[in-house]
């Protein structure tokens, strides 16, 4: 059974940065591709970034660009949160995809698996 773990969320000011961080474990956990999807207040899940196994290009949602860095490491992915803005607060999930699909994806129906959410809130 695989399990997604995040940490990494909290409190933090517009304009400031914040770092989570995701590891798989169990099931022989092989997925090519993890990403990241946040879900804001009132809203419904949305993509955020997702790279492939071998971190060769990442895909990013226009409103994270130039902001966020998606980065992998084996079984673990990280996302580097700068410059956030109130914008950026909700419930950030990591998530992979079964093993036999090599390619990111900005859907959430193409994620198998998921973790519990970490809240990260950005005030202004």
């Known amino acids: 059974q695989v399990q997604l773990v995040e940490s990494g969320g909290g409190l933090v000011q517009a304009g400031g940065s914040l770092r989570l961080s995701c590891v798989a474990s169990?099931?022989?956990?092989?997925?090519?591709?993890m990403g990241w999807f946040r879900r804001p207040p009132g809203k419904e899940r949305e993509f955020v970034a997702a790279?492939?196994?071998?971190?060769?290009w990442p895909e990013y949602a226009d409103y994270v660009k130039d902001r966020f860095i998606i980065s992998r490491d084996g079984a673990e992915s990280t996302l580097q949160m700068n410059s956030l803005e109130p914008e950026d607060t909700g419930v950030y999930y990591c998530?992979?995809?079964?093993?036999?699909?090599?390619?990111?994806?900005?859907?959430?129906?193409?994620?198998?698996?998921w973790g519990q959410g970490t809240q990260v809130i950005v005030s202004s």
């Open positions: 169990g099931g022989n956990f092989r997925s090519q591709v």
């Open positions: 998530a992979a995809r079964n093993s036999r699909f090599s390619f990111t994806s900005e859907s959430v129906n193409d994620y198998e698996y």
């Open positions: 790279i492939t196994e071998i971190s060769a």
